[in-house]
C-alpha cells in the first residue's frame, strides 16, 4: 500500500524557516520524480518545487526561487522542502506528490497535506 506522509508544518512568523518531510512507502521511490505542490484558501494548487527521480535536477517556482530548496534520500525514502524567508502568502496547505513509472505503467500518488501559516 502506498503512502506519502508529510510532516514539518507549523506557525511560524514571517522571516522565519520550516523544513518539511514526506515520507514515502509502497512504491520504489527512487523510480519517481518527488515534487511539493501547495493550495492557499480560495486558490488552485500550485507546483512549488520538483526534483527528478536521480536527484540531478530541480526546478522551482519563481515565488519561491532562492528561498526554498527541495532535497532527496533516496536510502531514507524521504524527500524534504527547506523554507527559508517565509513570508505569509507562502501560507498553504503543502502537499507531495510523486510522479514515476513502475511495473510498465505510470503512477502517479499524493500526501494528506501539512499546513503551513506564516503570521505575526
Known amino acids: 500500500q502506498v503512502h506519502l506522509v508529510e510532516s514539518g508544518g507549523g506557525l511560524v512568523q514571517p522571516g522565519g524557516s520550516l523544513r518539511l518531510s514526506c515520507a514515502a512507502s509502497g512504491f520504489t521511490f527512487s523510480r519517481y520524480a518527488m515534487s511539493w505542490y501547495r493550495q492557499a484558501p480560495g486558490k488552485e494548487r500550485e507546483l512549488v518545487a520538483v526534483i527528478t527521480s536521480n536527484g540531478g535536477s530541480k526546478n522551482y517556482a519563481d515565488s519561491v526561487k532562492g528561498r526554498f530548496a527541495i532535497s532527496r534520500v533516496d536510502a531514507g525514502l524521504t524527500v524534504y522542502l527547506q523554507m527559508n524567508s517565509l513570508k505569509p502568502e507562502d501560507t498553504a496547505v503543502y502537499y507531495c506528490?510523486?510522479?514515476?513509472?513502475?511495473?510498465?505503467?505510470?503512477?502517479?500518488?499524493w500526501g494528506q497535506g501539512t499546513q503551513v501559516t506564516v503570521s505575526s
Open positions: 506528490y510523486a510522479d514515476g513509472t513502475e511495473w510498465g505503467f505510470r503512477n502517479t500518488y
